[in-house]
C-alpha cells in the first residue's frame, strides 16, 4: 500500500472562503479517497475518485485528480466552522490494497 | 445506532497491565482493521483481517495480538502495556464487493493511557 502526502499540514482561512488542500502520492492508483476527521473523532469518508476520473463534485466538496503529477487536490467552498477538521487522502491501487493514511491537513475556520 | 462501535471509549491503565479493545460492526463488513493514531504521525495499521479466518500483520503489530470472533467482532489486545501505547485506537471495516470496494468506515474510536 502507498501513503499520500498532505500538504500543507495546517491551514487557517476566514469562513465563507474556500479552502485548498492538496495530496501527492507516489505511484499509480486505482482510486483515491479523502476523509475528514473532526477532533479526536473516527475518520469519515468524504468522497473517491477513481483514476480514470479528473474531477468530482459532492455538494461543496470538489476533488481534482492529476495522474501524470500524481496529485490530487480536495477544494472545499464558502468554507463553515464545522469545516474545522483534519483532512486525509488516501491513494489505493484497488484490489486487497489496505488504505495508508498520512498526517494530514489540519484545517480551522475562523468565525 | 452507530455502525461501527468501540468499547471502552476511554481506558486508563497501568504498565505491564493486559488490555482489550473491542469493535462491533453491524454493517456485515468481512474485512476488519485496527489503527492507532499519535499525536502528528497520522493513522498506522496494527492488524486487519479480511474474513473471520484471516489475520494480517500490519505496519506496526509488535506488542499487540488481535481476535476475531465473528464476522462481526474484532478485539485488540496488549499483552503488556506500555506507556508508549498510550493513543487514539480506531476500529473500521470496508466491503471489497461495494462500489467503492475499499471505503473504510470506522469507529469513535478509544482513548488509551497506559501510566
Known amino acids: ?111 | 445506532d452507530a455502525d461501527v462501535t468501540q468499547t471502552p471509549r476511554n481506558r486508563i491503565t497501568k504498565t505491564g497491565k493486559r488490555i482489550m479493545l473491542e469493535c462491533s460492526q453491524t454493517k456485515g463488513h468481512d474485512r476488519m482493521y485496527w489503527y492507532r493514531q499519535d499525536p502528528g504521525l497520522g493513522l498506522r495499521l496494527i492488524y486487519y483481517s479480511f474474513d473471520v479466518k484471516d489475520i494480517n500483520k500490519g505496519e506496526i503489530s509488535d506488542g499487540y495480538s488481535v481476535s476475531r470472533q465473528a464476522q462481526a467482532k474484532f478485539s485488540l489486545s496488549l499483552e503488556s502495556a506500555i506507556p508508549n501505547q498510550t493513543a487514539l485506537y480506531f476500529c473500521a471495516t470496508s466491503d471489497p464487493l461495494a462500489v467503492s470496494y475499499n471505503e473504510q468506515f470506522f469507529g469513535p474510536g478509544t482513548r488509551l493511557t497506559v501510566l
Not at chain 1, 465563507?16 to 473516527?42: D, F, P
Not at chain 1, 473517491?48 to 492529476?66: A, C, F, M, P, Y
Request: hydrophobic share 30%; charged share 20%.
Open chain 1, 1 to 111: 500500500s502507498q501513503q499520500g502526502e498532505e500538504d500543507p499540514q495546517a491551514l487557517s482561512i476566514q469562513e465563507g472562503e474556500n479552502a485548498t488542500m492538496n495530496c501527492s502520492y507516489k505511484t499509480s492508483i486505482n482510486n483515491l479517497q479523502w476523509y475528514r476527521q473532526n477532533s479526536g473523532r473516527g475518520l469519515v469518508h468524504l468522497i473517491l475518485i477513481r483514476s480514470n476520473e479528473r474531477e468530482k463534485h459532492s455538494g461543496r466538496l470538489r476533488v481534482t485528480l492529476d495522474t501524470s503529477k500524481k496529485s490530487s487536490s480536495l477544494l472545499i467552498t464558502a468554507s463553515r466552522a464545522a469545516d474545522t477538521a483534519s483532512y486525509f487522502c488516501a491513494p489505493s491501487g484497488g484490489g486487497n490494497e489496505k488504505l495508508t493514511f498520512g498526517t494530514g491537513t489540519r484545517l480551522t475556520i475562523i468565525p
